[in-house]
Structures are given as C-alpha cells and as structure tokens.
C-alpha cells in the first residue's frame, strides 16, 4: 500500500480524557502524514466544536456516535448496551471497509469484546491476544504477547500467540529474517515452569518456528529475541513492574538531582545525557497495543496517556497497514498452522505403526 490512501478510524471519545486528547492528536497526525484520511467517531457536535476549522479538513470525515463507553463498564454490558458507541462504531468501520485500522483509548476489556464480536478472529485461532512492542537493547523492539486478554491460557494457544507474534514481526520487520521466539518462564532450562509451559516448549521446540527456548524476564530488554510468549496474566504483571520501574527510576534520577547545589550543577552538565535517557524511555514512544488474531488491525491507546502518546497510537495503526500487516499474518498463520497440524498427524501415524 506504498501510494494507496490510508484510512484510520478513530473512537474520539475514548480515553480518560476523551476530546482532549484524541482532536490535538489527529490534528497533528493529519499534518504529518499525507497518505492519511481519518473518520473520527463520536459526537459530531462536540468533535465539530472542539476541531475549529479543522473539522472541514478534506481528508478528515465525522460519524456521529450517541454513546460512550464508560472506562470502568464491564465488557459484555458495554457490548450488549452501547451499540451505537464510538467504540462500536470505529470498529465497525473496519469491519464494513470504510478504515484498514481503527484505534481506541477506551476500555480495554470493552474494546477486546467489541472488536472479537465485530471482527471476529482468524481461522485456526481460539483468542485474539494484546502485543506491545517494548524498547530493547541496541535500539531493536521486541514484541510481547499476551498482555492481558487472556488470563488463563492452554499450551495451543500458546503457541498460537507465538504464530501471531512471529507474523507480525515478519510484516513490519523483514529485514531481521525468521523472528526468535522466546517462552517467558522462571528460568531458561527446559525442565522449570508449570505443567501448561512445559508442554508449550515441546510444542515450541517441534514447531516450523524459529524457537530459541525458555526466556527469563529481562529479555525483554536483551534484544536476544525478537517475541517473548507468555499468558495474559503473566504478561501483564510483567508489563505493569516494567512500567513502575521506569517511573521509579526517573523519580529517584530527579530527587537525587535535586538534593543538593552541587547535584543541580551536576544535573546541568548531565542534561543531554538525562534528556537521551527520557527520551528513549518515553513510554509515549511505545504506545499503541495491538489486539492480535482478529479479522482486521485494532489499536489499543493507553487511556491515560497525552495528545502525543495517541499520536504514537495512531502511527502504529498506520504503519501496520503500510505494511500490509493484516493479509500477511492471515496468510503467514493459516500456513504456519496447517505445518504444524499436518506435521502432528505425521507423528501421530508414525506412532501407531510401531
């Protein structure tokens, strides 16, 4: 889609700061990318007033929603009550081929029921799961998948996340050949973790995919794989720690900055030095969750996050169907499944004629 216009849809009102945050963002997004046309969902009234002039923008459109969806709503009441949310209607959008990709700050667990209801998840995969790309050493990225959807998860699926996890690094990132898969476990050895993750390595380990065995959690950051795999539960505790570590770091780096004149003085020779570590760190940078497994490209904003966080959503969104993302992890699962089944029942017939 090298000179093909992009269409993002946008639930408007999602996020703790709704229109605040998502209109400075789309307005700075449009005059970044040229190839971009955005449909912006919400109510039309309030999005016309808080957009000015720029409401008439030629490649901005308008669908009004009479609902949102609260950020403490449970998800099935979300789904069964709020059909006519910008939430809904901003996948929908997707689903009827008016946007390649539609990005929400919303309710996270609203916005998974949503999007799995609409979209419906690709042949051959149970649940959809939430992957991040997290910065790690040498200036790479690796992508963590479950972050949350799924708590309690089988080995199958498991490797499912794997599969997903692979193609979607192979789409983006080409130029890195079969992307390393990593199992988040409590130690690297084959013998350590619970009854599911040992049977998940040997799945792992007989699969097509390029399996470099147990990861502990500071992967992540070592840039020896390019997935790390784990359940949503685990992923998420884990995705929390690495959130209040960072922030932990950076507010003792400014109180002890801040202990004495000669600390201040330190502090000013430091700056760039300072101003490079927050600027590789900023979790802005790294916002955007992708909901993994769906019939279309779903983004997931950081409710909390600023107009610039949103951007960083909305340019993810936009890189994923540059890439043509969407066809290439259909078409990359869908192989990658048929191998490994067609290799199981090979194994299985083997079996019983000893």
Same mark, same amino acid.
């Given at each position: 889609?090298?000179?093909?216009?992009? %269409?993002? *849809?946008?639930?408007?009102?999602?996020?703790?700061?709704?229109?605040?945050?998502?209109?400075?963002?789309?307005?700075? &997004?449009?005059?970044?990318?040229?190839?971009?046309? +955005?449909?912006?969902?919400?109510?039309?009234?309030?999005? @016309?007033?808080?957009?000015?002039?720029?409401?008439?923008?030629? @490649?901005?459109?308008?669908?009004?929603?009479?609902?949102?969806?609260?950020?403490?709503?449970?998800?099935?009441?979300?789904?069964?009550?709020?059909?006519?949310?910008?939430?809904?209607?901003?996948?929908?959008?997707?689903?009827?081929?008016?946007?390649?990709?539609?990005?929400? *700050?919303?309710? %996270?667990?609203?916005?998974?029921?949503?999007? @799995?209801?609409?979209?419906?998840?690709?042949?051959?995969?149970?649940?959809?799961?939430?992957?991040? &790309?997290?910065?790690?050493?040498?200036?790479?990225?690796?992508?963590?998948?479950?972050?949350?959807?799924?708590?309690?998860?089988?080995? !199958?699926?498991?490797?499912?996340?794997?599969?997903?996890?692979?193609?979607?690094?192979?789409? +983006?990132?080409?130029? #890195?050949? @079969?992307?390393?898969?990593?199992?988040?476990?409590?130690?690297?050895?084959?013998?350590? $973790?619970?009854?599911?993750?040992?049977?998940?390595? %040997?799945?792992?380990?007989?699969?097509?995919?390029? &399996?470099? $065995?147990?990861?502990?959690?500071?992967?992540? &950051?070592?840039?020896?794989?390019?997935?790390?795999?784990?359940?949503?539960?685990?992923?998420?505790?884990?995705?929390?720690?690495?959130?209040?570590?960072?922030?932990?770091?950076?507010?003792?780096?400014?109180? !002890?900055?801040? #202990?004495?004149?000669?600390?201040?003085?330190?502090?000013?020779?430091?700056?760039?030095?300072?101003?490079?570590?927050?600027?590789?760190?900023?979790?802005?940078?790294?916002?955007?969750?992708?909901?993994?497994?769906? #019939?279309?490209?779903?983004?997931?904003?950081?409710?909390?996050?600023?107009?610039?966080?949103? #951007?960083?959503?909305?340019?993810?969104?936009?890189? !994923?169907?540059?890439?043509?993302?969407?066809?290439?992890?259909?078409?990359?699962?869908?192989?990658?499944?048929?191998?490994?089944?067609?290799?199981?029942?090979?194994?299985?017939?083997?079996?019983?004629?000893?």
């Amino acid at each position: 889609m090298d000179n093909a216009m992009i %269409t993002l *849809a946008v639930d408007a009102m999602g996020g703790d700061e709704g229109l605040q945050v998502t209109l400075p963002a789309v307005t700075a &997004f449009l005059a970044e990318k040229t190839d971009v046309s +955005l449909v912006l969902v919400g109510d039309e009234a309030r999005v @016309r007033a808080g957009l000015g002039s720029q409401a008439d923008h030629p @490649r901005l459109s308008i669908v009004h929603a009479a609902e949102v969806v609260g950020m403490d709503e449970a998800p099935q009441s979300a789904l069964k009550n709020k059909k006519h949310s910008s939430m809904r209607l901003a996948v929908q959008q997707v689903k009827d081929g008016h946007a390649q990709a539609a990005v929400s *700050a919303g309710n %996270t667990g609203a916005l998974m029921a949503t999007a @799995r209801f609409v979209l419906k998840t690709l042949p051959g995969i149970d649940r959809p799961a939430i992957a991040k &790309f997290m910065p790690s050493k040498g200036g790479s990225l690796t992508l963590m998948l479950d972050l949350g959807a799924n708590v309690d998860c089988t080995a !199958e699926q498991l490797v499912q996340f794997a599969v997903m996890g692979s193609e979607l690094v192979g789409a +983006l990132y080409p130029e #890195r050949g @079969r992307p390393r898969i990593g199992l988040l476990n409590v130690g690297t050895e084959d013998i350590k $973790g619970s009854g599911v993750i040992k049977e998940t390595y %040997t799945l792992l380990n007989n699969s097509p995919l390029n &399996f470099v $065995g147990n990861v502990e959690g500071n992967a992540v &950051f070592g840039g020896e794989v390019d997935v790390v795999v784990a359940d949503g539960f685990t992923g998420n505790a884990v995705l929390k720690a690495i959130e209040g570590a960072v922030k932990f770091i950076g507010g003792v780096i400014k109180e !002890e900055f801040s #202990r004495s004149w000669i600390n201040k003085l330190g502090a000013l020779l430091a700056l760039p030095t300072l101003k490079g570590f927050k600027n590789r760190l900023d979790p802005r940078k790294f916002n955007g969750a992708i909901f993994l497994g769906l #019939r279309g490209i779903v983004i997931k904003s950081h409710g909390g996050t600023d107009a610039e966080g949103f #951007r960083y959503a909305l340019l993810e969104a936009y890189h !994923e169907v540059k890439a043509g993302s969407m066809a290439k992890i259909e078409q990359g699962v869908a192989a990658q499944l048929a191998q490994m089944e067609a290799a199981t029942a090979a194994a299985e017939t083997a079996e019983q004629a000893t």
